[in-house]
Every structure is written in structure tokens, then in C-alpha cells.
């Protein structure tokens, strides 16, 4: 059984940082991507960054120069450092996983942002 265990939410104010992390256990066939996604209240679920297995990496408009996206393969983890954060940060942010295909197929429960103006 595959699992995403997203940590490292929580409150902080604007300009701030915060490092979200996401270990993913269980067996994969092939992993083509990680990375995060967030949903907005009343708004819709949106990539916020991903990286291949190859490296390379794919940001947000938004996000650019601000957020960081890693991955330590030993530790089937990938890590988001987010700064700079500003109030339109304020989502829930999703670990995902794709396998094979262009769109994620395994997605963890969701850590809420909150950034504080």
C-alpha cells in the first residue's frame, strides 16, 4: 500500500519560511515525478512544483524565486522550502506522486499553509 505523509505545515506570517516534507512508503512500479500541489478555499487545486527523476524541476508562475523543490531518493522523500510566503500561500499543499503517466497518481492527506499578513 502506497503512502504520502506530507509534514511541516502550520501558521506563519508573512516573509517567512516554512519546509514541508513528504515520505512516501510502499511500492511504486516507476516514479516519474514528485511533487506538490495546493487547493486554496474556494479555489482550485493547483501544481505548485514537481521534479522528475531526472531533476528536472517545474515551478508555479507564482512560486518562482521563491519555493524550492527537492527530493533525497535514499530517503523516498521530497521536500518543498517555501519562502517569502505570502498571504495568497494559504492552502492545503498535497504530496504527490506520478507513475508512468502525465497526471499524479498517488496524492497524501493534505498539511495546511497559513500565512498571516
Known amino acids: 500500500q502506497v503512502q504520502l505523509v506530507e509534514s511541516g505545515g502550520g501558521l506563519v506570517q508573512a516573509g517567512g519560511s516554512l519546509r514541508l516534507s513528504c515520505a512516501i512508503s510502499?511500492?511504486?512500479?516507476?516514479?516519474?515525478?514528485m511533487g506538490w500541489y495546493r487547493q486554496a478555499a474556494g479555489k482550485q487545486r493547483e501544481l505548485v512544483a514537481d521534479?522528475?527523476?531526472?531533476?528536472?524541476?517545474k515551478y508555479a508562475d507564482s512560486v518562482k524565486g521563491r519555493f524550492t523543490i527537492s527530493r533525497d531518493d535514499a530517503k523516498n522523500t521530497v521536500y518543498l522550502q517555501m519562502n517569502s510566503l505570502e498571504a495568497e500561500d494559504t492552502a492545503v499543499y498535497y504530496c504527490?506522486?506520478?507513475?508512468?503517466?502525465?497526471?499524479?497518481?498517488?496524492w497524501g492527506q493534505g498539511t495546511q499553509v497559513t500565512v498571516s499578513s
Open positions: 521534479i522528475t527523476t531526472g531533476g528536472r524541476t
Open positions: 504527490i506522486v506520478k507513475e508512468l503517466g502525465s497526471d499524479p497518481k498517488y
Open positions: 510502499g511500492f511504486i512500479f516507476r516514479i516519474t515525478a
